[in-house]
């Protein structure tokens, strides 16, 4: 028998995640550390959260009832990430579903401001150079590191034009 997933509206749980990412949303009062000085709300933050709100409110086009534009968001990305689309990829799917849907919906045009609206979800991403035998990830206290302290190989490749490249 295949796995079968719970029912679960797809907009509750974006709703979720908009609070886990917000905590002080939940109360519309500042969390007050130990020595009871009240925590002050970043301006930026507060945007921030103003932004997803106004995205997991908006429907996906008027009438649309199954799916708010960061819902929307969300399950492609998901699709995205589960069956390794390229961006390139996911950019033409966008574009169909895009032209599919009606003249006035609000899908995103491309993966790049798909991403930027998850950003504000806490669900960026940083690049981290790997050593190219895989053994260590040049991370935290290897960071700053040129050659591997495992393999002794660089971190850098030569290119045609006798020129360094990192290795990502």
Known sequence: MDNVEPIVDP????MDIIQDAFPFALTNINHEREDDVPTPIDSAEFEQYKTLLKNANQELYPGCENFSVLTAIVELMYGKIKYRMSNMCFNYFLG???RMLPTDNCLPKDHTYAQ???NG???GYKKIHACKNNCMLFYKEHEMLDICPICNESRFK??????TTKIP
């Open 96 to 98: 169909v579903f895009k």
């Open 11 to 14: 907009n509750d749980q974006v």
């Open 121 to 123: 979800l806490g669900l």
């Open 116 to 118: 930027k609206v998850l």
């Open 158 to 163: 030569m290119t045609s034009q006798n020129r």
